[in-house]
């Protein structure tokens, strides 16, 4: 039975990717994740098929005990610390995930591990220079901490893969909300403010353009990456070409939830809100095999999910508002 190690497990994308092999069978799954920004209720019970144990990938001697102890055949690396506006504030510790990708790809070089599945991201665009983003035409742009770290993770698989052999897929995730995401993203936070009743708070006019892929889509893409050997030593958007401004955004949110809500705007932010964002979908939809989830269909779906409503009122009991 192939055996998978997810790190970044606790996490919106790693969670919902443990959920997704789980379902899928014929699989032993392993989570590993540190637990400094993921939420250890989002990851299944231990069980015959998996097993969640917590580690920083950044330590070699934490992570190689995982790895040296259970031999995968496949690894998604999802772990990092995620957010660009979090990275901005604490740079330093972005760039320690560099250490991760020394740690991970030594090792499954080491250990026999067929292919890696790494969470690289839009960010390493940086500001587009064209619309819609392709993998291989568009230039890569990116300054900011976050993206320079993708950039470098992004690297280090071409150049093991170049060295050793050691197969690779770069997923560059787009957008994806969820009813595991956390209140620090921007659906979950216009969802949860506009449920109580709360302001939408937009930073700028508004204008700044992106787009919003539920989260199914992206793991059934990225399963079947694996299940059915695509896009191997290559690179693949995963996102919805649909885009929507940040005001469009809070709009369809206050209409889908009934809301009293207000948009409240604020002065822009200083760096890491970028204009513009839309993916070239091409070889994501050739993964997926069908259209992707409309935005208010994945809104209504959150709003239909009982994880995300409990994490709504405990969200909405943390700050005072009830």
């Known amino acids: 039975m192939p055996r998978v190690m997810v790190t970044g497990a606790a996490g919106q994308l790693g969670s919902s990717l443990v959920h997704g092999l789980l379902k899928r069978g014929e699989l032993e799954v392993v989570g590993v994740d540190n637990l400094l920004t993921g939420r250890k209720e989002l990851v299944p019970d231990n069980s015959k098929s998996f097993q969640f144990i917590q580690a920083n990938c950044n330590n070699p001697l934490e992570i190689s005990q995982v790895m040296l102890g259970h031999r995968f055949d496949y690894v998604f690396h999802y772990a990092a610390v995620v957010g660009v506006q979090r990275t901005l504030r604490d740079p330093i510790s972005v760039l320690e995930d560099i250490r991760g990708f020394e740690n991970i790809l030594a090792l499954c070089k080491n250990t026999g591990v067929s292919r890696v599945f790494f969470s690289s991201s839009?960010?390493?665009?940086?500001?587009?220079?064209?619309?819609?983003?392709?993998?291989?035409?568009?230039?890569?742009?990116?300054?900011?901490?976050?993206?320079?770290?993708?950039?470098?993770?992004?690297?280090?698989?071409?150049?093991?893969?170049?060295?050793?052999?050691?197969?690779?897929?770069?997923?560059?995730?787009?957008?994806?909300?969820?009813?595991?995401?956390?209140?620090?993203?921007?659906?979950?936070?216009?969802?949860?403010?506009?449920?109580?009743?709360?302001?939408?708070?937009?930073?700028?006019?508004?204008?700044?353009?992106?787009?919003?892929?539920?989260?199914?889509?992206?793991?059934?893409?990225?399963?079947?990456?694996?299940a059915q050997d695509l896009f191997v030593n290559d690179t693949i958007n995963i996102g919805s070409e649909q885009m929507f401004t940040v005001k469009e955004l809070a709009e369809v949110v206050i209409a889908e939830v009934s809301s009293t809500s207000k948009i409240q705007y604020v002065s822009a932010l200083e760096e890491g809100d970028m204009r513009r964002r839309q993916p070239d979908s091409s070889k994501m939809q050739t993964a997926l095999g069908r259209d992707l989830l409309p935005l208010r269909g994945g809104i209504q779906r959150m709003l239909n999910d009982e994880r995300f409503m409990k994490y709504a009122s405990g969200t909405a009991a943390r700050l005072g508002w009830v």
């Open 122 to 226: 839009s960010e390493v665009y940086g500001e587009p220079v064209e619309i819609p983003q392709r993998e291989h035409q568009t230039p890569l742009n990116s300054r900011l901490p976050y993206a320079v770290v993708k950039n470098v993770g992004e690297c280090y698989l071409r150049s093991f893969y170049q060295a050793f052999g050691l197969e690779y897929t770069v997923f560059r995730f787009f957008n994806t909300y969820g009813p595991n995401q956390s209140y620090d993203f921007v659906v979950p936070r216009f969802l949860i403010n506009a449920i109580h009743g709360r302001d939408l708070t937009i930073y700028g006019d508004g204008s700044q353009s992106r787009t919003f892929c539920y989260v199914d889509d992206n793991v059934d893409a990225c399963l079947n990456c694996m």
